[in-house]
């Protein structure tokens, strides 16, 4: 028997993100549910009810562990089944470890949209020939090009451990300033290492390292989460982790126009970068893990980046739509591959 549930669209900070994020998340919901729900939904609409944009779906029954994955999409802000004239809520059982001032409280210009991030981790994750894992916390998440770190910081949240590698020395340092004092001020056991890492006695970057208790209990008995940032360039990645280390490796690439006030100007042009990059991030990723890339459309073609993608047994998988306006210059799509 068929049920119809509604879903209460998040409001988004980002007013030209919140155009888009209704179209974006009935695509995440086919990414769900060509993966890890089974085919469960059967049609998928915008409606309004009581004035308020809802997504409807006709679905199978859902199981709970159904819910816990429609409980995590990125732009849901709550759950219900429909019945006539009523809505009867289901309780919405999210992953998140912390509070959300982790994700929010850093604001800097060019900082890539939460909801779209958490997206991006998410279709990424179900793609892996292990999607349980993201319930259970085992998938290992690598950002490349990770910024300030709101890729490692959503990892984070899931209870997944996480790397990041930033070639610009002032992110590397504010994300490391930042996740410090927030893991001070919101009182949670942690130890930080930092390191210079050398090559032929010479400087090559530097790296932090840090595990934290999503409890104390978890963190005196040695259950620790492990973030790790290396400031060094994505080229040099295989020197910074071993082969096949990731489960998942998600990254928003260069956009190929100035976009923060911070982010260093690239010689290259983000074609030729991943044309360079992929192959290495590639033999980081463990077979069977997945690559979810977002792109600007305008100076990087789909059809180039797949051919790349393949050249290095990265099978990409065909998604609905998640194209979206970013800004004048700038219009976001998003691949998602296997390793094969």
């Not at 993100?17 to 695509?27: D, F, G, N, T, W």
């Not at 934290?212 to 290396?230: D, M």
Request: with cysteine.
């Amino acid at each position: 028997m068929l049920v119809e549930y509604g879903i209460l669209v998040s409001p988004s900070a980002n007013r030209v993100y919140a155009k888009s994020s209704i179209r974006l998340l009935q695509s995440e919901i086919r990414a769900f549910n060509d993966t890890v729900l089974a085919g469960k939904v059967h049609e998928l609409a915008e409606t309004v009810i009581g004035g308020v944009p809802y997504i409807s779906l006709q679905s199978d029954e859902l199981t709970d562990t159904d819910i816990v994955y429609l409980s995590n999409l990125s732009s849901l802000h709550a759950l219900f089944e429909i019945r006539g004239d009523l809505l009867r809520p289901i309780t919405v059982r999210p992953l998140d470890r912390f509070g959300s001032d982790l994700i929010t409280i850093q604001k800097y210009s060019g900082k890539t949209n939460e909801h779209f991030t958490k997206l991006l981790l998410n279709v990424t994750a179900v793609a892996t020939d292990a999607p349980s894992e993201l319930l259970t916390g085992g998938l290992r998440v690598l950002d490349p090009l990770c910024g300030r770190g709101t890729t490692l910081s959503q990892a984070m949240m899931y209870g997944l451990d996480a790397s990041g590698i930033e070639i610009d020395a002032r992110d590397f340092d504010a994300y490391s300033v930042f996740l410090t004092t927030w893991l001070k001020n919101s009182r949670i056991k942690h130890k930080v290492e930092t390191a210079t890492i050398k090559r032929n006695n010479k400087r090559f970057g530097k790296r932090i390292d840090v595990s934290l208790g999503v409890t104390k209990e978890a963190f005196k008995a040695g259950e620790a989460l492990r973030i790790s940032v290396v400031n060094g360039d994505t080229l040099s990645a295989a020197d910074f982790f071993k082969p096949g280390t990731f489960d998942v490796i998600v990254t928003d690439t260069p956009y190929g126009v100035q976009h923060g006030s911070h982010q260093p100007k690239l010689a290259r042009s983000p074609v030729e970068l991943l044309e360079r990059s992929i192959p290495i991030w590639a033999q980081l990723l463990r077979k069977g893990g997945a690559i979810g890339l977002s792109y600007n459309t305008y100076v990087a073609g789909r059809e180039e980046l797949t051919d790349i993608l393949a050249a290095n047994e990265l099978a990409v998988f065909e998604l609905a739509d998640f194209t979206h306006r970013v800004d004048q210059a700038i219009n976001r799509d998003l691949l998602v591959a296997r390793k094969q």
